[in-house]
Antibody, heavy 121, light 106 residues
């Protein structure tokens, strides 16, 4: 069974940093591109960042470029999101999601349960 | 940047058909997919590559995509289908979500 379990969320002050983790199991993690998607309270879904299976290709939404860094450790079956210079508008539930299309059509077939990040003084 | 627009809400009676549209420039030239999200839960993929259903998704969910519009159709809508629905497309390595539609089963 495919499982994605996020952790690392919490309350942080504006300008602060936080590192999210996503532990994957039930599939060959090193074969799939992975993503972070967020959802602000009461709002829609927003794609944040993606990383290819071997970390060769990395992309960011304009809203987080230069502040967030995505990475992965295939030996540990884990995905990470380092978030720096956090702003109130980064407050959201952050989901880890798998893309099975290997950079072709792009969709998410499995999602984690999400971890809440709250940026507030 | 690429944008996808959905109606904020759609109401449907039990047993009837609900249609949710997703509009974007030349969307028919891309693949569209759809997610269902119930309150407090993670999104669930219900349609991918325009019209394919993942394993476990009921046959009453179907999709199409042509021109500038993708459509999710729920036939014989059930109370359990009440949820938010999001379309999504992939555009040159960037993933774009629609604005979301709340489906209410009256």
């Amino acid at each position: 069974e495919v499982q994605l379990v996020e952790s690392g969320g919490g309350l942080v002050k504006p300008g602060g940093s936080l590192r999210l983790s996503c532990a994957a199991s039930g599939f060959t993690f090193s074969s799939y591109s992975m993503n972070w998607v967020r959802q602000a309270p009461g709002k829609g879904l927003e794609w944040v960042s993606s990383i290819s299976s071997s970390s060769s290709y990395i992309y960011y939404a304009d809203s987080v470029k230069g502040r967030f860094t995505i990475s992965r450790d295939n030996a540990k079956n884990s995905l990470y999101l380092q978030m720096n210079s956090l702003r109130a508008e980064d407050t959201a539930v952050y989901y880890c999601a798998r893309d099975p299309t290997f950079g072709t059509t792009g969709y998410f077939d499995y999602w984690g349960q999400g971890t809440l990040v709250t940026v507030s003084s | 940047s690429y944008e996808l627009t959905q109606p904020p809400s759609v109401s449907v009676s039990p047993g009837q058909t609900a249609s949710i549209t997703c509009s974007g420039d030349k969307l028919g030239d891309k693949y569209a997919c759809w997610y269902q999200q119930k309150p407090g839960q993670s999104p669930v993929l219900v349609i991918y590559q325009d019209s394919k259903r993942p394993s476990g998704i009921p046959e009453r969910f179907s999709g199409s995509n042509s021109g500038n519009t993708a459509t999710l159709t729920i036939s014989g809508t059930q109370a359990m289908d009440e949820a938010d629905y999001y379309c999504q497309a992939w555009d040159s390595s960037f993933y774009v979500f629609g604005t979301g539609t709340k489906v209410t089963v009256l």
